[in-house]
């Protein structure tokens, strides 16, 4: 697992050097609220995108916007080669990936709709749930292996820590924004998609899942409840040791000011060449009316004005 990520870049680079080829003609036939297209979307965005295209589609009759939901590094190969003009992914374009579309004619757009984060989940059984972020990063770069060096009195055993997909954007972030060192502990393992995870850790009470939190926070959505009477949603804190008061979970407030850390953006990026549906999505996303449905997910809306209320005990 520790070279997990530098194999996963490399066979990146590999599908992106050979795989390109040239761009396919295509016919254009849809406009910004008629058609069918396809597009990709990192699959740990898959409960945003899902209640996004409803609302949509209902808006716009004519239209089909049809999803597919694959790891980040898939998705963004799939824009890559053409086969798609919309993905939905948690980073913006690299230079050699935006250098590549301006040679090709192509000048893409990167649009920030949401703000959400990756969520560390563990069994509900385990009383070991507040965790700093140098903890989270020790246990990824497998310097604490066993829960007794979390708590010396836990009898929870080895930690083994599940991801969603060696090639989603949660093993990226973790690479980029919590270990920050290219490595990877070898207690750690990857399955393939996130309800993955959310089985794996129910059913595993040493374990320890990390998935995106738009999984887990949408809490009138009846799957989302199933998945949280599961687990348990860790507290994380930025202090040297952590405790219930300097300790946030994932929740949309505390996305908001930045006091849980485990923050990422989530991007459209855009290759279309004229105005189409994929643009039309875009649009209808990044609008009011579809920031207001991301705000109802539990994640952040980008451009939506979120109220925070301090409720107090008189």
């Known amino acids: 697992m520790k070279k997990l990520f530098a194999y996963t870049l490399f066979a990146f680079s590999l599908i992106f050097i050979f795989g390109c080829g040239n761009k396919s003609k295509t016919e254009y036939n849809d406009t910004p609220t008629t058609g ?7 699959e740990t ?39 798609v003009r919309l993905a939905v992914v948690s980073r913006p374009l690299s230079k050699e990936e935006m250098d590549f579309f301006h040679d090709s004619k192509f000048f893409p757009r990167e649009v920030a709709i949401a703000i959400d984060g990756i969520a560390i989940l563990v069994h509900p059984s385990n009383p070991d749930s507040l965790f700093t972020v140098d903890q989270i990063r020790k246990i990824l770069l497998g310097q604490i ?6 708590n ?14 060696p090639k989603s954007s949660t093993v990226r972030f973790v690479v980029d924004s919590i270990t920050k060192t290219g490595k990877l502990g070898d207690q750690l393992s990857a399955l393939k998609y996130n309800l ?17 939190v738009s999984w887990v926070s949408d809490r009138r959505d009846p799957k989302c409840l199933t998945f949280l009477s599961k687990i348990r ?30 923050r990422r953006i989530m991007y459209m990026i855009l290759t279309e060449p004229r105005t189409g549906l994929a643009s039309g999505f875009l649009s209808f996303v990044s ?22 209320v301090n409720v107090r005990d008189e």
Do not use: C, M
């Open 36 to 42: 069918h297209i396809k597009i990709a979307v990192d």
């Open 145 to 150: 292996t066993d829960w007794n060096q979390i």
């Open 196 to 212: 993955d995870v959310v089985d794996y850790v129910s059913k595993s009470p040493g374990s320890i899942g990390i998935i995106g």
């Open 45 to 83: 965005f898959q409960p945003v995108i899902e209640e996004e295209l409803p609302v949509f589609h209902a808006t716009y009759q004519y239209a089909k916007v049809t999803p597919i939901y694959i790891p980040e590094v898939d998705a963004l190969n799939l824009l890559v080669k053409d086969s």
């Open 287 to 308: 609008s009011d009316r579809g920031q207001r449905v991301i705000q109802k997910t539990g994640i952040l809306p980008y451009t939506q004005i979120i109220r925070l």
């Open 233 to 262: 949603v860790a507290r994380i804190s930025t202090a040297k040791k952590a405790t219930i008061e300097n300790s946030f979970q994932p929740y949309q407030a505390y996305i908001a000011t930045g006091e849980y850390p485990f």
């Open 152 to 165: 010396p009195e836990s009898k929870s055993g080895k930690i083994n820590v599940v991801f969603d997909n």
